[in-house]
């Protein structure tokens, strides 16, 4: 998460996105992580992805 949170602040949302996906892969209900994901698309102006990480979070 460490990684991944560095890349949000650094603006690079395709690292953040993978960065967070790997950790929600390895631990399925990890929330922040889901939750992580959704602020990446919310960023990226993807809103239907973004509710739908917010919701599984």
Do not use: H, T
């Not at 949302?13 to 602020?39: D, Q, T």
């Not at 239907?48 to 979070?57: G, L």
């Amino acid at each position: 998460m460490n990684d991944a949170n560095r890349y949000m602040d650094e603006i690079d949302y395709a690292n953040a996105f993978e960065s967070y996906r790997i950790v929600l892969e390895k631990f399925p209900m990890f929330a922040e992580a889901a939750y992580s994901m959704g602020l990446v698309k919310n960023r990226e102006k993807i809103l239907n992805e973004a509710v739908q990480y917010f919701k599984k979070a």
